[in-house]
């Protein structure tokens, strides 16, 4: 029997068993460089539970070519750098750095004993549309190009992979591509080995979709894709079947309209099945086209109804999950809101009937133009702040095809840039992003911030440059998380 004082201890261990999973935030592995790997995937590594984060490699100025990096976790928060699992190399015929090495998938084949790698293999236009395939016999590699395919020769673009517990068979999931005679999705199975594509199981046909992933429960499969608007996202969608070979359901949109899947592209999901609870996560990109080797990571837990045959995704700014229970849970924090800041220069209180109070602080602007929030409580240590705000910069593409959104130099402009000083220390800038938003719907976006101890810390708001203006993103309140344990 526990001695009766022990127990708040114990309870705070048990609470704090992996780091907070903050979607959205800036992401940094256990040398401090920026976690580096998009639209890849998480395998579990059966002998010692190990997860192994594998993804696109983006450089800065280099949008294409840089290989695939491999991380690793026990928790899925904290991430270790295991460098390039494969790397680029000058010359050669998929793996130059002129080429596209896209969405890479790994999986452990039990035939041949080794890990296999597939991703989508092309050139720069996208002429090619194959599938690369590479071989390791180590988890993060380093891993050996074997070829690069057309799949039952067919044309292959976003490329996903899903392995079946039931039977551990392994399917190939890919879009087709844009021509007009492709816009399918394919649902291909692998031989036994994975070492090349078996038979076409399933066709989603003339959705246009991309981006595909496929999770499993006890009694359904849920396909996830993204429609077809780049690097901007958009309304996420999910199929239901009992089976991979269909009938599948209609589509229908997993996230609350208009906030095109709070800001995320699907690409992968991962189940954690824990030995209290079974959590699945939907691990989606925020992509970053003004700096794409920035891009952030959307990962939320999904929630499943079999009964309703639903799946949906729910934000929640900050979470904490344990992968030993399973389960997760909401961190709460304290809200301070735009009604209560202060403003100075142009920067105003506009009315806005779906803002909190029914404001929202507008006109944040470079120095002058700036919002102060007050009274602020802070422990000392490293804490997420979470801003809500709206960026109607784009007009809300897609709604209005005619429209003349803001774009620069026929680009669309997608992230505001605002200033965030802690307590007036002008020494220390933090850069908030703020990616558009569709008009009324107000997101959130986390910056980890070290208020004081005590009640008295201000935050303030400015706007900084996103290489075309000024103008931070209009502000609704900010949520103040309680450090990491
Ligand atoms: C990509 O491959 C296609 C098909 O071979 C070819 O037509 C196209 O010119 C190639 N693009 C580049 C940039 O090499
Ligand atoms: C290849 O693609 C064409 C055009 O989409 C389709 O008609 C055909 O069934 C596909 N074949 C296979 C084996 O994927
Ligand atoms: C589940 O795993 C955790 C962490 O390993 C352990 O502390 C706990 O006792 C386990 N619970 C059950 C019900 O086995
Ligand atoms: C305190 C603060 O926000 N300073 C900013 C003033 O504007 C310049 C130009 O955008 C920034 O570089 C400073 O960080």
């Not at 998480?42 to 997860?51: A, D, L, Q, R």
């Not at 551990?168 to 816009?183: H, K, P, Q, V």
Request: charged residues 20%; hydrophobic residues 30%; glycine residues 10%.
């Amino acid at each position: 029997m526990l001695a009766r004082n022990s127990l708040p201890a114990l309870l705070l261990a048990a609470s704090a068993v992996g780091k907070y999973i903050v979607p959205g935030g800036r992401w940094y592995d256990t040398d401090g460089n920026l976690v580096n790997a998009h639209a890849g995937c998480v395998i579990t590594e059966e002998k010692t539970g190990t997860f192994y984060l594998f993804g696109e490699y983006k450089i800065e100025g280099q949008e294409e070519g840089g290989g695939v990096s491999v991380y690793s976790s026990d928790d899925l928060g904290t991430w270790t750098s295991h460098r390039l699992a494969l790397e680029p190399v000058e010359g050669h015929p998929y793996l130059d750095p002129s080429m596209i090495i896209q969405r890479p998938k790994v999986v452990y084949s039990h035939g041949t004993g080794e890990y296999h790698m597939w991703w989508h293999a092309d050139n720069s236009s996208y002429g090619l549309l194959l599938q690369g395939f590479a071989t390791s016999p180590n988890i993060a590699g380093p891993y050996t190009f074997q070829d690069a395919t057309a799949p039952l020769g067919n044309w292959s673009q976003d490329f996903g992979l899903f392995t079946d517990y039931k039977d551990g068979r392994s399917y190939s999931l890919y879009s087709n591509g844009d021509r007009r005679e492709a816009r399918d999705i394919y649902l291909t199975e692998f031989n036994e080995d994975i070492t090349a594509l078996d038979e076409v199981i399933y066709t989603f046909p003339k959705f246009d979709l991309e981006a595909p992933t496929i999770v499993q429960t006890e009694k359904s499969y849920y396909a996830l894709m993204s429609h077809k608007t780049g690097y901007r996202p958009n309304n996420v969608v999910a199929f239901r079947a009992d089976k991979l070979s269909g009938p599948w359901s209609q589509p229908w949109i997993i996230a609350p309209l208009n906030t095109r899947t709070y800001n995320s592209q699907s690409g992968y999901t991962l189940t954690i099945k824990g030995n209290k609870t079974t959590t699945y996560l939907y691990l989606g990109d925020q992509w970053d086209s003004n700096s794409l080797w920035e891009s952030r990571y959307i990962w939320l837990p999904m929630t499943i109804d079999d009964g309703k045959k639903d799946l949906g995704l729910e934000w929640h700014d900050i979470y904490d999950l344990d992968v030993k229970s399973g389960s997760w849970k909401e961190v709460k924090g304290t809200a301070y809101y735009g009604k209560d800041a202060e403003t100075a220069g142009s920067a105003f209180k506009q009315e806005a009937n779906f803002g909190s109070d029914g404001v929202i602080l507008s006109g944040i602007y470079g120095n002058d133009s700036t919002v102060t929030f007050t009274g602020i409580e802070g422990t000392g240590k490293p804490q997420w702040v979470s801003f809500y705000y709206q960026n109607t910069d784009d007009m809300g593409f897609g709604d209005q095809p005619g429209g003349s959104p803001d774009r620069i130099g026929g680009a669309w402009q997608l992230r505001r840039v605002s200033s965030v000083v802690v307590n007036g220390d002008a020494d220390n800038v933090q850069t908030l992003f703020q990616r558009d938003s569709h008009k009324g719907i107000i997101l959130s976006t986390p910056l980890q911030l070290t208020l004081e101890k005590g009640t008295h810390n201000t935050i303030t708001v400015g706007g900084l440059s996103n290489g075309f203006d000024y103008k931070g993103a209009d502000l609704d309140r900010i949520i103040v998380y309680p450090p990491e344990a």
